[in-house]
């Protein structure tokens, strides 16, 4: 096992009140830990992570070093969604061929132990800059053009590992990904039935995704969910440390990984849903516009993107899907926290800026 990395670096996690965390049973917890060798220190209190909508992330330690305890929302979720099995598939193989990948060390998927299976990775201490926090940016526009390009290279290290070196060779399903992927998330909207408006614009747009087509590219590993606050950084240089939640990834076509990101990438003059979002600080002055980024990674990768929109329309539509998810999930009581009660509204509005994307209205 590596020794942790970054000991005695500046670390600015910030940790949820306890009144405000998702409570966990520290004495289950703690003899099933005992039982694999992992003997959870009683001094040190079990604190919940403050960021993050989806996955639910503490900080202990155990076996004499500190670990993050990860584990999905409760409540029905959808299928294939924070699937702990394959991040632990992931994470325990990706930290030798990419350092930026932290190692899982334990899956549990015993729910009788704290009622969802969960999984022990290794901590990296750091800052995670949570949506569009804009504080490390505003008036620095040179911070901001230096962030925006270490989001992209830091993708692009990403798509070139050699995922056979390190076992993740028939990770995922790679031969029709596009397609499946198309199938997929209109199936999750159609099950979700959205009434009015925000259905009729997920039959559209849809519909639209059904009839395109897109190049054929060797597969890559995917992220499938690359943004900001899905990496660790250093507080004072804002250098990557870690990228973390890696339950959705699988191999298939990097333009769908690129487009992923940008659709959490807001530029000034996007309507009101994408500022609403708030997933990343890019409206700031110095960050790259989204065009750029695409141009940026094609230079780097030698990449024909003439198909980009497809791309960035189905990862539009997923978001906007995501979403919707989410949204359902707390009008059930499965999520808390008021950042979910107006999802929906966030999504119509995501959906009808996708639509005139995809007419070419609008950029």
Known sequence: MPAPLHTGSPDAHVFRAAGDSVPIDTGRLGAYLAGVGLQLEPTEPIRQFGTGLAN??????????????????????????????????????LWKALPLAPECVHLCDDKSVIGVPFQLIEYRPGLVIKG????HF??????????????????????????????LETLGKPEGFVARGIKGWRGRADRLAPPGETGQLCREVGDWLGVQSTRERPPVLL???FKLDNLIVDPETLQPRAIVDWDM?????????????????????DPAAMHDLKQMPTVVAGFPSRNEIVAEYAKLTGSDVSDYLVF????????????????????????????????????????????????????
């Not at 070093?65 to 632990?88: F, N, Q, T």
């Not at 008036?139 to 390190?166: C, F, N, W, Y």
């Not at 999802?343 to 609008?362: Q, S």
């Open 56 to 93: 639910i992330n503490y900080r202990l330690t155990a076996g004499g070093r500190r670990l993050v305890l990860r584990r999905p929302p409760d409540g029905d979720l959808p299928p294939g969604a924070h699937d702990m099995a394959r991040e632990y598939r992931i994470l325990t193989r």
């Open 132 to 135: 569009d926090d804009r504080s």
């Open 138 to 167: 505003s008036g620095k526009p040179e911070v901001a053009a230096r962030t925006g390009q270490m989001l992209i290279e830091t993708l692009v290290s990403i798509h070139r590992v050699d995922v056979a070196s390190v076992g």
């Open 223 to 225: 992220h499938s969910d």
């Open 249 to 269: 990834g699988t191999r298939g076509d990097p333009l769908f990984d690129l487009a992923t990101m940008l659709s959490y990438w807001t530029e000034p003059r």
């Open 312 to 363: 960035r329309v189905l990862a539009n539509y997923k978001l906007a899907v995501v979403l919707l998810q989410l949204h359902a999930l707390w009008a059930r009581g499965a999520a808390k926290g008021d950042d979910y009660a107006h999802l929906d509204t966030i999504a119509t509005g995501l959906l009808e800026f996708t639509h005139g994307v995809m007419l070419g209205r609008t950029n």
